[in-house]
Structure formats: structure tokens, C-alpha cells
């Protein structure tokens, strides 16, 4: 079946790292996404990772991929007050498509 | 470059009205798909369009439906609204359809349903 968990929630202290952990039920993945949404907003584009790579670094963020346990994380370097949002992870199964399966987004709060 | 704009940004309606929402895919961009997300859950997603043709479905019936026009712009109907219906639809595009170009998203429409 299709399913993309998260947990709910993420607090942490400015400066400090964050990691954010998803995992997937579908074995038939291609890509991998993360992605940002702040309140009233779109969806932003933070990040993405081929299946068949283990891990991709951009700036202050570093996506690891456990392609054996079906899990995802995304870690955030130095976290700043604008990383809070809710941060979701999306699964594309299969090519020629552009459906993603979401995870349901974690909240990441960070305070001084 | 110019980003995937949608519009408006807010609507309301009343249950049994029927609603269009219109996307501009991001340039260079051909394909485009509709998602729903309603509040404190992950977008679901409706359907895709490539080539002015539907070529992927998500699980919503078919008062659900959508164009694709020349310019690659979009536009989302659904009739017979349902208080369910109450949600943000977002629009994303990406190039050719391929699977391999990453989806970018608009800000999205809020629609009420009252």
C-alpha cells in the first residue's frame, strides 16, 4: 500500500540541529521529497533524493535515506526561527507521474 | 523564471455550487496536477495533465474534473460542492512528465465550503 508517516511534532532550540524523520511503506518509490509550508502558504521545494541514493547534502540540509528500512530524514543544520513550519516528506512512485503520496507533516517550532 | 501562480486565493461557496480554480504552470513547465489538502493533513493527490490530457487520477469522483489548455495553463472544476469539498487545492507543474523533474507548487486556493 501507499503510506507516508511522520511525526506530528519537532521542537527545538535556535542554532541547534533538527532532524525530522519519515518513513514509507511503498518499495516501488523513484524519488523522494521534502518539503516546506508555512502558515497560509504553498508548498516549497526544499529537497529531493533519488531512490537509489543514500544521501544528499544542500547547504544546511542533509537528506538520509534508509532504502532497506523505507526511511527518510531530513536534518537541518543550525536551525534558525524562520526553519518553523511544517515540513513534509512525499513519496513519487514509479515514473511518468508527478502523484506524490505526503506524509501528514511535522510541525517544527524553534524557539530563542 | 516565473513560478506556478494560482487564482483566486480565497472563495467561497455554497454546498451544490460548482467552482473553477485556475493555475499557471511554471515556465519551461508542460505538466501540471491538482491537490487537495485539508487542514492538518498532507496534500492528496486529484489528478495530472499532460498534453491537454488527463493521464493520472488520484481516488476523487468525477465531479472532479480539469483542462489543460495550449499555454499549459489549468484550470481545476468541481461541481455539486460538498461541505468535505473545504480545503486548499494546490496546483504544481514540473517539465515532461517524465517522473524525473521535481514538482513545484503554487500558494494554493482556499475554498470554503458553507
Known amino acids: 500500500g501507499e503510506d507516508v508517516e511522520q511525526s506530528l511534532f519537532l521542537s527545538v532550540r535556535e542554532g541547534d540541529s533538527s532532524v525530522i524523520n519519515c518513513t514509507y511503506t511503498?518499495?516501488?518509490?523513484?524519488?523522494l521529497y521534502w518539503y516546506k509550508q508555512e502558515p497560509g502558504a504553498g508548498l516549497q521545494l526544499l529537497t529531493y533524493?533519488?531512490?537509489?541514493?543514500d544521501m544528499k547534502q544542500d547547504q544546511r540540509l542533509t537528506v538520509l535515506l534508509n532504502k532497506k528500512d523505507k526511511h527518510l530524514s531530513l536534518r537541518i543544520a543550525d536551525t534558525q526561527t524562520g526553519d518553523s513550519a511544517i515540513y513534509f516528506c512525499a513519496e513519487r512512485i514509479g515514473f511518468n507521474t508527478d502523484k506524490l503520496i505526503f506524509g501528514t507533516g511535522t510541525r517544527l517550532q524553534v524557539f530563542p | 523564471e516565473t513560478g506556478v501562480t494560482q487564482s483566486p486565493t480565497h472563495l467561497i461557496k455554497t454546498r451544490g455550487q460548482q467552482v473553477t480554480l485556475r493555475c499557471s504552470s511554471q515556465s519551461g513547465h508542460n505538466t501540471v496536477s491538482w491537490y487537495q489538502q485539508a487542514l492538518g493533513q498532507g496534500p492528496q493527490f486529484i489528478f495530472q495533465?499532460?498534453?491537454?490530457?488527463?493521464?493520472g487520477r488520484g481516488n476523487f469522483p468525477p465531479r472532479f474534473s480539469g483542462l489543460q489548455f495550449p499555454n499549459y495553463s489549468s484550470e481545476l472544476n468541481v461541481n455539486a460542492l460538498e461541505l468535505d469539498d473545504s480545503a486548499l487545492y494546490l496546483c504544481?507543474?514540473?517539465?515532461?512528465?517524465?517522473?524525473?523533474?521535481?514538482?513545484?507548487f503554487g500558494n494554493g486556493t482556499r475554498l470554503t465550503v458553507t
Open positions: 504544481a507543474s514540473s517539465q515532461e512528465g517524465t517522473g524525473n523533474s521535481p514538482l513545484h
Open positions: 511503498d518499495s516501488s518509490s523513484t524519488y
Open positions: 495533465y499532460y498534453r491537454e490530457e488527463e493521464n
Open positions: 533524493i533519488f531512490s537509489n541514493m
